[in-house]
């Protein structure tokens, strides 16, 4: 399995380093035989270009193709679709990183255990009572130990014991609205990160954060993208801060979290937003920092398709440049990409592989980039040594040292 020792992921005494991507809706597409091939299909593709880690959810609470039901019924028809991604990500050597629940509405999420809740009588306000009221907590944490302990029909593998997994996380960006202080939200962090141990010590955990800082770090509020960012319950170095938090993860969206016309200034917005979380996580946290989410809508009038390329670049070259010092970034997760035949699911950010060749041609370097630094020597040798220096290859240019 992915361990972590200090700010580095480990694989067998190697440095690991997360390139990736999300898919979210795989376990949905596999439900239904007739798409089932393209969860084959979009992992044969990123594996060719080396990618090594693909986030998707692990839920889905209520409505159409429901994992979750009811709290704590299952399909299990769909559980067995979940099956057949985590098998087939063995298959191809892509390792999941697995949300077990979302903030927002899409796929149920936290609206869907506020109505749960309702619908059995309990007394709830808003859908923020899921970080407090202790039957929606209750839901959740049955909802965790279900998919943790869940033997996988194909493999014959708990899931809890599957180096096929990275990482569980928590919540898909979790916000506390109701609550600006964040002692809601932090509180729900430390609960059910202990829940997760108890079942499964052996995996990393992750929050699932955006990034945003709160009250305990007023200085650094000034990073934040916009005032909002400040109001909504999450606070990155404190919630980080939490016993069971392996790794601590942000997100990079640019294009819709300021207002600035100009590209450069989205590019410029990028770069710091990462070197403060980088920093964060070198001088505060002492673990990684995976960036989990990053991407530009091609819905975005402002941006030429050429900019996406400048956007992954820069966020590939920060990495980079955190790498090669033996810092803290240990990756990042490009939103999102897509397998031929599922652009009707498109969301704006789709990268379809076969179609964007100089996309294609950057993940393949920035994977082969990464594998060079992972591979030359063990965790046990100093990080300077002349084994990592990159000044003579080929992989890297002049321009970028």
């Not at 990155?236 to 450069?264: K, L, M, T, V």
Request: aromatic share 12%; with cysteine; hydrophobic share 35%.
């Amino acid at each position: 399995m992915v361990q972590r020792r200090g700010n580095l992921f480990t694989v067998n005494d190697r440095v690991f380093f997360v390139n990736g991507f999300n898919t979210y809706w795989l376990m949905i597409l596999a439900t239904d035989p007739a798409t089932r091939g393209k969860v084959s299909d979009v992992f044969k593709q990123v594996s060719a270009i080396g990618l090594t880690v693909c986030r998707t959810w692990a839920f889905n609470d209520g409505g159409w193709r429901a994992l979750q039901k009811s709290p704590s019924v299952y399909d299990e028809e769909v559980f067995k679709a979940l099956d057949f991604v985590v098998s087939e990500a063995q298959k191809y050597k892509i390792r999941l990183l697995l949300t077990l629940v979302n903030n927002w509405e899409a796929y149920g999420g936290k609206a869907q255990y506020f109505k749960w809740g309702k619908a059995a009588g309990l007394n709830l306000t808003s859908d923020d009572d899921f970080f407090s009221d202790p039957t929606l907590k209750g839901y959740y944490k049955a909802h965790v130990k279900v998919v943790l302990t869940r033997v996988n029909t194909i493999t014959n593998v708990t899931y809890k014991d599957d180096p096929t997994i990275f990482a569980w996380e928590l919540i898909n960006e979790p916000r506390c609205q109701s609550d600006p202080s964040g002692d809601a939200l932090q509180a729900w962090i430390q609960e059910m990160a202990a829940h997760v141990k108890t079942i499964d010590p052996s995996h990393l955990v992750a929050i699932g954060s955006e990034g945003f800082y709160g009250p305990s770090t007023p200085a650094k509020l000034q990073s934040n993208p916009n005032s909002l960012a400040s109001q909504v319950g999450t606070d990155f170095i404190r919630n980080h801060r939490a016993f069971g938090i392996d790794f601590a993860s942000a997100h990079i969206y640019p294009d819709s979290w300021i207002s600035q016309s100009n590209p450069e200034a989205h590019l410029e917005f990028a770069k710091a937003w990462m070197q403060s979380h980088i920093d964060d996580a070198d001088e505060k946290l002492q673990m990684p920092v995976v960036f989990g989410e990053f991407g530009v809508s091609s819905t975005d009038g402002r941006f030429d398709s050429s900019f996406r390329d400048k956007f992954i670049d820069t966020v590939y070259k920060t990495i980079l440049n955190s790498t090669r010092r033996g810092g803290s970034g240990g990756g990042s997760l490009l939103w999102q990409v897509f397998p031929e035949g599922t652009e009707y699911m498109d969301d704006g950010y789709a990268i379809i592989l076969s179609r964007s060749p100089s996309t294609s041609a950057m993940l393949s370097l920035q994977s082969q980039r990464l594998d060079m630094f992972g591979s030359r020597c063990s965790t046990k040798c100093h990080w300077g040594c002349k084994k990592r220096s990159p000044f003579d290859d080929d992989l890297f240019s002049h321009d970028e040292l």
